[in-house]
Structure formats: structure tokens, C-alpha cells
């Protein structure tokens, strides 16, 4: 069991999701007073999003994680305007969210190519400054990493998300009975004949608290925030964490999870969600699906079965219940085909979205000006 727990450790520290770094732009240049020559601008400090890049290994090349820019040139009786000092880039995954110390976020990156410049170089000497330059900014800041996905697992521990992922997709993560199997987040592509792919991240399981950072809490938490849906998973028979915690029915577990998710942010239950009901090759799996299936459609009439304050405030709709066994195989290509058509449904509806409210901007544009009220001097009229 000790080498098993260090081994996880070792796993765990290799995945980086946060970073601070401390960055400084560069200074300006000297100006030249007896000529007007101005001193060249201060380089700048940007993070870039570029492929094929993890935190980790920004954290490897520069263990000192620190960034300055280049300072720009002074102004010389051959140069009269200084050239400016080099821009130090800092190469960065797609997902990240740049905040300072006091947790004001300055900008994400999105897509590759995408960049938020850190640190501004100081401005050269000039007129205006005596020809003085000035320093060039200087902070420490965040890079926090949340993985851009389709869809996001969300599950208790032992609830078979690594197994699932393994079975639809060609992720390979670490499955094993103890609770935190996965330490680290998992991105598998679910590939289709025509190569469509859709991604699923396999993320470390909720427990109970999750919003308050109990167990993985956040770093699981901020990583959903990127997923395009949610596919909740739970084990048809429940689950019980530890000897010393409650058993969890599937209804029960549907429901602390989504009260979870509320907690942390409400803004994520108005993801889309399917509910995957797993390991339906266990003895009265069935009987346990009809009891699970007339609990989600009578959701209010079963409140009395969670604690008191893990009461969801609003009860989530699924677009999908699938009944899967991920060991067995049953009902995976049911649900590959209906993660596919969930994710087109959304493209289409937010297009739909789009050309509506295009179409309204245009109408108000070309809407014609009512003409004014009252008698057409010229004209004759018939009573």
C-alpha cells in the first residue's frame, strides 16, 4: 500500500495545471538631450498559446520561473530613436487563464496563436521625460491551466470513468479499485468512420465538499468549466467511498453531484448533460435502473433522501440516460453515437441562436423611419 500511494504521487506531480511566474518588462533606453534623440521602448512580456506545450514543461526550462524582456536602446548621434529591447514570449498550452496575485484575471487563451501580454516595457527617454527613461513593469502573475474538452466525466470515486474512457476512446488511464484512480486529468478522442473525433476528459473524482477544495476539489472542479457538456457518471448499485461514510444510492449520488457543481458554480448546470449509468452487468442492475429511472422523473418526490443542505436547487434535465457496462462493452455504441448527436444538437441550436439575433440586428437597421402625421399641403381630399 506504500509504494502504491508514492507511486500515485509521483504520477500526480508530473501534471501541472498552475503556475506563478514573476515577469518584468524590460526598461527603456537613454535619450539624447543636445540632439532630441529618443530612447528606445522597453521589450514586453507575453504568454503565447503554441501546440504540443504542457506547464510542466515551462516549469522544467525555467525552474526559476522567471521572465524579462530585453532593454530598449539608447539614442545615439547614428540612432537618434533607439530601437526598442526584444519581447520575451513565454510559449503556453491552449486553456490557460492569466490572473494576477490578487485573483484579477488579464487574459486567456483560448486558441493557438492567441496571447496576453504580462508585463509592458518601460517607455525610452524622451522630450516629455527629460529624456529619462522609465522601468518596465514588474509582478508576479498566474497561468491556470483548465483543459478545453466536448465533455467532462463527472463521478464520484469508482464510479468506471477511466474504464468508460478507456472503452470509447483510445485514452489509456490508470483504472484500478481504489478510490483516486485517476490523479490526473485524461483527454481520450472518441474517433467515428467519417474521423469525426470528439474529445472526453476523464477528470479526478468528486467527493462529497468537492466546492469547499475537500478531496481534489477545485483541481477538478475549474477544469469542468471548459467542457462543452457534462456526462455524469454513477454506478448503478451506488457506492460507498469508506467504511466510515454513508452509502450512496445512484438517484443520491446524481444529486450530490449536481449540488456539487452548484456550489461551485451555478453557471455550469446550464451545460447540457447526459447521465451514463454504469457497470449494468452487476447482479439486479435492473431492478436498480427502473428504481433510478421513476426517481429522475419524480426528482422533488425524493428530496427526502439527501441530506438536508445537499439539496440541489434547481434538478437537472438530461438530454440522454444511458445504461452501460463499460467492462462488458454493452450500450457503448449507443452512447458514442449519442455523445456525437448531442454535441451537433448544441452547434446547431447556438448557430440558430446566432442567425436570429443577426437577423434582428439587421431588421432594426433597415427598419424605415414612420413618416410624420398631419396634412399633405397640395393635396385635395374627399370627405
Same mark, same amino acid.
Given at each position: 500500500?506504500?509504494?502504491?500511494?508514492?507511486?500515485?504521487?509521483?504520477?500526480?506531480?508530473?501534471?501541472?495545471?498552475?503556475?506563478?511566474?514573476?515577469?518584468?518588462?524590460?526598461?527603456?533606453?537613454?535619450?539624447?538631450?543636445?540632439?532630441?534623440?529618443?530612447?528606445?521602448?522597453?521589450?514586453?512580456?507575453? %504568454?503565447?498559446?503554441?501546440?504540443?506545450?504542457?506547464?510542466?514543461?515551462?516549469?522544467?526550462?525555467?525552474?526559476?520561473?522567471?521572465?524579462?524582456?530585453?532593454?530598449?536602446?539608447?539614442?545615439? %548621434?547614428?540612432?537618434?530613436?533607439?530601437?526598442?529591447?526584444?519581447?520575451?514570449?513565454?510559449?503556453?498550452?491552449?486553456?490557460?487563464?492569466?490572473?494576477?496575485?490578487?485573483?484579477?484575471?488579464?487574459?486567456?487563451?483560448?486558441?493557438?496563436?492567441?496571447?496576453?501580454?504580462?508585463?509592458?516595457?518601460?517607455?525610452?527617454?524622451?522630450?516629455?521625460?527629460?529624456?529619462?527613461?522609465?522601468?518596465?513593469?514588474?509582478?508576479? %502573475?498566474?497561468?491556470? &491551466?483548465?483543459?478545453?474538452?466536448?465533455?467532462?466525466?463527472?463521478?464520484?470515486?469508482?464510479?468506471?470513468?477511466?474504464?468508460? &474512457?478507456?472503452?470509447?476512446?483510445?485514452?489509456?488511464?490508470?483504472?484500478?479499485?481504489?478510490?483516486?484512480?485517476?490523479?490526473?486529468?485524461?483527454?481520450?478522442?472518441?474517433?467515428?468512420?467519417?474521423?469525426?473525433?470528439?474529445? %472526453?476528459?476523464?477528470?479526478?473524482?468528486?467527493?462529497?465538499?468537492?466546492?469547499?477544495?475537500?478531496?481534489?476539489?477545485?483541481?477538478?472542479?475549474?477544469?469542468?468549466?471548459?467542457?462543452?457538456?457534462?456526462?455524469?457518471?454513477?454506478?448503478?448499485?451506488?457506492?460507498?467511498?469508506?467504511?466510515?461514510?454513508?452509502?450512496?444510492?445512484?438517484?443520491?449520488?446524481?444529486?450530490?453531484?449536481?449540488?456539487?457543481?452548484?456550489?461551485?458554480?451555478?453557471?455550469?448546470?446550464?451545460?447540457?448533460?447526459?447521465?451514463?449509468?454504469?457497470?449494468?452487468?452487476?447482479?439486479?442492475?435492473?431492478?436498480?435502473?427502473?428504481?433510478?429511472?421513476?426517481?429522475?422523473?419524480?426528482?422533488?418526490?425524493?428530496?427526502?433522501?439527501?441530506?438536508?443542505?445537499?439539496?440541489?436547487?434547481?434538478?437537472?434535465?438530461?438530454?440522454?440516460?444511458?445504461?452501460?457496462?463499460?467492462?462488458?462493452?454493452?450500450?457503448?455504441?449507443? &452512447?458514442?453515437? &449519442?455523445?456525437?448527436?448531442?454535441?451537433?444538437?448544441?452547434?446547431?441550436?447556438?448557430?440558430?441562436?446566432?442567425?436570429?439575433?443577426?437577423?434582428?440586428?439587421?431588421?432594426?437597421?433597415?427598419?424605415?423611419?414612420?413618416?410624420?402625421?398631419?396634412?399633405?399641403?397640395?393635396?385635395?381630399?374627399?370627405?
Amino acid at each position: 500500500m506504500v509504494w502504491l500511494s508514492r507511486c500515485c504521487f509521483r504520477k500526480h506531480a508530473n501534471f501541472v495545471d498552475h503556475l506563478r511566474v514573476y515577469v518584468k518588462g524590460g526598461s527603456g533606453g537613454m535619450g539624447l538631450p543636445r540632439l532630441g534623440g529618443q530612447g528606445g521602448d522597453g521589450g514586453d512580456v507575453w %504568454v503565447v498559446a503554441s501546440k504540443d506545450l504542457t506547464l510542466k514543461s515551462i516549469k522544467d526550462r525555467h525552474p526559476e520561473k522567471r521572465f524579462m524582456a530585453g532593454v530598449g536602446d539608447n539614442s545615439t %548621434v547614428r540612432a537618434l530613436k533607439g530601437k526598442k529591447g526584444s519581447d520575451c514570449e513565454i510559449l503556453a498550452p491552449p486553456g490557460i487563464t492569466v490572473t494576477n496575485d490578487n485573483g484579477k484575471v488579464l487574459g486567456m487563451l483560448n486558441a493557438v496563436g492567441d496571447k496576453v501580454r504580462l508585463a509592458r516595457g518601460g517607455q525610452g527617454g524622451a522630450f516629455h521625460s527629460d529624456f529619462l527613461p522609465s522601468k518596465g513593469q514588474v509582478r508576479h %502573475v498566474r497561468l491556470d &491551466l483548465k483543459l478545453i474538452a466536448d465533455l467532462g466525466l463527472v463521478g464520484f470515486p469508482n464510479a468506471g470513468k477511466s474504464t468508460l &474512457l478507456s472503452a470509447i476512446s483510445h485514452a489509456k488511464p490508470e483504472i484500478g479499485s481504489y478510490p483516486f484512480t485517476t490523479l490526473k486529468p485524461e483527454i481520450g478522442k472518441v474517433m467515428y468512420d467519417d474521423h469525426k473525433q470528439v474529445s %472526453v476528459a476523464d477528470l479526478p473524482g468528486l467527493i462529497e465538499g468537492a466546492h469547499m477544495n475537500r478531496g481534489m476539489g477545485h483541481k477538478f472542479l475549474k477544469h469542468v468549466e471548459r467542457t462543452k457538456q457534462l456526462l455524469f457518471v454513477v454506478d448503478v448499485c451506488g457506492f460507498q467511498l469508506a467504511s466510515n461514510t454513508p452509502f450512496r444510492s445512484a438517484f443520491q449520488a446524481v444529486q450530490l453531484l449536481t449540488k456539487e457543481l452548484e456550489l461551485y458554480n451555478e453557471e455550469l448546470l446550464s451545460k447540457p448533460a447526459i447521465l451514463v449509468v454504469n457497470k449494468m452487468d452487476l447482479p439486479e442492475a435492473g431492478e436498480k435502473l427502473d428504481e433510478l429511472t421513476h426517481q429522475l422523473e419524480n426528482q422533488e418526490d425524493f428530496c427526502h433522501l439527501l441530506p438536508e443542505d445537499m439539496v440541489p436547487s434547481h434538478f437537472l434535465s438530461f438530454r440522454h440516460t444511458v445504461p452501460v457496462s463499460a467492462s462488458t462493452g454493452c450500450g457503448l455504441s449507443l &452512447l458514442q453515437q &449519442l455523445l456525437r448527436q448531442s454535441l451537433e444538437e448544441q452547434d446547431a441550436e447556438a448557430t440558430e441562436r446566432q442567425r436570429h439575433h443577426k437577423l434582428c440586428e439587421l431588421r432594426k437597421a433597415v427598419r424605415p423611419t414612420p413618416n410624420p402625421v398631419g396634412p399633405k399641403w397640395g393635396l385635395s381630399y374627399q370627405a
